[in-house]
């Protein structure tokens, strides 16, 4: 119990201060909500992962992606941009991972590297400001960390997020066509959903 609860607040702690790092000199948000927020995810965080993986390294390598995908909302939501130090980030922890996290195999990773970012890649490039460069290296470094089948449903995942919040924004009156978003923030969503339930999904949708 006490181990249990020294982790949480380690966790919190640790989301506490991405928070506090990233989002200096952002535009202005409920701070204290952000605040609780961050610190309930960092609990939630390593506690998931305690509870996921038995070995060390893999825990803590687990852990320190989802800080990444923390970094990554937090910066998008407060800066609208993502810093080339998170992907790059993410890229090493997907190096590691081939010891930490073993599992997948190299074309797996190879195709989960460019199963989405390819496809954002050509969508940019018909049409100017769809996605930037952040979100697309960003899934590159990931999906090299996650895989084919997680990343892809990630994408579905952070694609029908993005289309909700849009549709509510419009029926609500706060967005209408032509708003630009931070996408950021979603692909780390659907990236959540795809760790957590990413090959339930994949096995539900093939049988």
């Given amino acids: 119990m006490i181990c249990t609860v020294t982790a949480a607040a380690a966790g919190a702690a640790v989301f506490r201060i991405i928070e506090r790092c990233c989002t200096r000199g952002g535009r202005a948000l409920n701070g204290s909500l952000h605040a609780w927020l961050c610190r309930a995810s960092g609990a939630a965080a390593i506690l ?3 509870h996921r993986y038995e ?15 923390a970094a990554v909302t937090l910066t998008d939501l407060y800066h609208r941009e993502i810093p080339d130090i998170c ?22 990773r190879a195709a989960g590297s460019l199963c ?9 490039l018909i049409v100017p400001g769809s996605f930037g460069g952040g979100d697309i290296k960003l899934m590159a470094a990931c999906g090299l960390f996650l895989g084919w ?43 959540l959903v795809g760790i957590i339930w990413g090959n339930r999904v994949i096995e ?3 049988s």
């Fill in 48 to 50: 998931y992962c305690l």
């Fill in 55 to 69: 070995g060390t390294g893999a825990c803590l390598t687990m852990f320190g992606f989802l800080c990444i995908l």
């Fill in 87 to 108: 992907w790059a980030a993410a890229m090493i922890l997907a190096f590691l991972s081939v010891w930490t996290l073993p599992g997948l195999s190299v074309w797996e």
């Fill in 116 to 124: 989405v970012s390819v496809p954002f890649l050509v969508i940019a």
């Fill in 149 to 191: 089948k997680v990343t892809a449903v990630s994408a579905a995942a952070a694609v029908l997020t993005a289309g909700g919040s849009i549709v509510y924004g419009m029926v609500a009156g706060r967005r209408k066509i032509g708003d630009v978003i931070a996408f950021g923030p979603f692909l780390c969503i659907g990236m």
């Fill in 204 to 206: 539900w949708y093939v």
